[in-house]
């Protein structure tokens, strides 16, 4: 193994006995790999952000009720069935804002009544193609979302991005990375400014390093830089991931992405959401109608630090995500097309292809 990106994201240990992840709290001091086998390890996994980003965290969850379904004794499928369902709702209250960990975890519980006739030890392997078939389509989703967003940029483009929308976030290429990696791959040449991402640091912990380590031109800057380098004429374009898209646009994505938004409509700069369809939840209207996950206060005062960089007792709002009005969305590009406004029909076809 030679660097980040030769490690999997999440994927299953030989022997299907556990789902193996790598520690993203631990980076990029330390590449260590985590053994998840049971469910609170599992949801701990999530909710600790140990992995992260919204299409690694359904693969995460499409393996873990795979390994632990594994692990139910019974030839009765309602009894295998209702614990299936117990392990899936426990699951998906890791983190309530990313929809693809609902969506995963929906196609898994397919498996399991379109096999509800079959033997439990068959329905137990069906599980597991799903699951690597999960994995699969996200690797050739990204690259394709690569393609499409390739087509918007031209070679020496400066791009701004926010959190980790990478390889670390997905199985391979990332959504709002994968343009840059495809760009790369054909000598493009981008600059690309990572901003740092308060209060956990994906950028500056994750983005940062995977663009870093393959020799991609990446420029890592607080959050409060953007303004700065946008009006300096360094941004051509902005690319950020999604956690949810509503069906009217409104785009739900790592806290201060919808400053950026602001920001890239005042300098005239276009704005790009990637998406995979998985992340468009056309049952949700809009923004106002997403679950904003907040987090704990020492995420802000202390997490990081070595001593405590607030007082002690100060109150704290700290909520993972925030959502971009549709209004400040150039586009959506995901591994159907690109859908520009109104999202309220272009994402509707998007979905039905
Ligand atoms: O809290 P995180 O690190 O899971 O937040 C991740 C993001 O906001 C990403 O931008 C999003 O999940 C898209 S990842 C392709």
Same mark, same amino acid.
């Given at each position: 193994?030679?660097?980040?990106l030769d490690?999997?994201?999440?994927?299953?240990?030989?022997?299907?006995?556990?789902v193996?992840?790598i520690?993203q709290?631990?980076?990029?001091s330390k590449i260590?790999q985590?053994r998840?086998?049971?469910?609170?390890?599992?949801?701990d996994?999530?909710?600790?952000?140990? /992995?992260?980003?919204?299409?690694?965290?359904? /693969?995460?969850a499409?393996?873990g009720i795979?390994?632990?379904s594994?692990?139910?004794?019974?030839?009765?499928?309602?009894?295998?069935?209702?614990?299936?369902?117990?392990?899936?709702?426990?699951?998906?209250?890791s983190?309530p804002t990313?929809?693809?960990?609902?969506?995963?975890?929906?196609?898994?519980d397919?498996?399991c009544?379109?096999?509800?006739?079959?033997?439990?030890?068959?329905?137990?392997?069906?599980l597991?193609r799903?699951?690597?078939?999960?994995?699969?389509?996200?690797?050739?989703?990204?690259r394709?979302?690569?393609?499409?967003? %390739?087509?918007?940029?031209?070679?020496?483009d400066?791009?701004l991005?926010?959190?980790?929308?990478?390889?670390?976030? @997905?199985?391979?290429?990332?959504?709002?990375?994968?343009?840059?990696?495809l760009?790369?791959e054909?000598?493009?040449?981008?600059?690309?400014?990572?901003d740092?991402?308060?209060?956990? %640091?994906?950028?500056?912990?994750?983005?940062a390093y995977e663009?870093?380590?393959?020799?991609?031109d990446?420029?890592l800057?607080?959050?409060?830089?953007?303004?700065?380098?946008m009006?300096?004429g360094?941004?051509q374009?902005?690319?950020?991931?999604?956690?949810?898209?509503?069906a009217?646009?409104?785009? @739900?994505?790592?806290?201060?992405t919808?400053?950026?938004a @602001?920001v890239?409509r005042?300098?005239?700069?276009?704005?790009?959401?990637c998406?995979? @369809?998985?992340?468009?939840d056309?049952?949700?209207?809009?923004?106002?109608?997403?679950?904003?996950?907040?987090?704990?206060?020492?995420?802000v005062t202390?997490?990081?630090?070595?001593?405590?960089?607030?007082?002690?007792?100060v109150?704290v709002?700290?909520p993972?995500f925030?959502?971009?009005?549709h209004?400040?969305?150039t586009?959506?590009?995901t591994?159907?097309?690109?859908?520009r406004?109104?999202?309220?029909?272009?994402?509707?076809?998007?979905?039905?292809r």
């Open positions: 193994m030679s660097g980040i490690y999997e994201t999440v994927e299953l240990d030989d022997d299907d006995n556990c193996v992840i520690d709290t631990k980076l990029p260590e985590r998840l086998y049971d469910a609170k390890e599992m949801w996994a999530i909710y600790l952000l140990q /992995v992260r980003g919204a299409p690694a965290i359904g /693969v995460a499409a393996m795979y390994i632990l594994k692990g139910i004794k019974t030839d009765s499928y309602q009894e295998f069935y209702d614990t299936f369902v117990s392990y899936k709702d426990y699951l998906n209250s983190r990313a929809v693809n960990l609902l969506w995963a975890l929906n196609r898994m397919k498996i009544s379109d096999n509800q006739d079959k033997p439990i030890a068959s329905i137990k392997e069906a597991r799903e699951a690597q078939a999960i994995k699969a389509e996200d690797i050739q989703v990204c394709t979302i690569g393609r499409y967003g %390739l087509t918007l940029l031209k070679p020496g400066g791009i991005t926010h959190c980790n929308a990478g390889q670390l976030a @997905a199985c391979k290429y990332g959504t709002a990375t994968a343009p840059i990696y760009g790369q054909k000598g493009y040449r981008f600059r690309v400014f990572a740092e991402t308060r209060p956990l %640091l994906q950028g500056a912990r994750l983005t663009l870093w380590s393959v020799g991609i990446v420029t800057i607080c959050d409060n830089m953007a303004a700065t380098v009006k300096k360094w941004i374009a902005v690319l950020v991931g999604c956690d949810r898209v509503a009217n646009g409104d785009t @739900a994505n790592k806290i201060g919808s400053v950026i @602001a890239a005042h300098y005239r700069i276009p704005f790009y959401v998406a995979p @369809a998985a992340t468009i056309l049952d949700t209207p809009d923004g106002a109608a997403i679950h904003i996950e907040e987090r704990p206060a020492e995420e202390e997490m990081w630090y070595e001593t405590r960089m607030a007082p002690e007792g109150k709002f700290n993972a925030d959502v971009t009005d209004e400040l969305i586009a959506i590009i591994e159907h097309g690109i859908a406004p109104p999202f309220s029909e272009s994402l509707l076809t998007i979905k039905s």
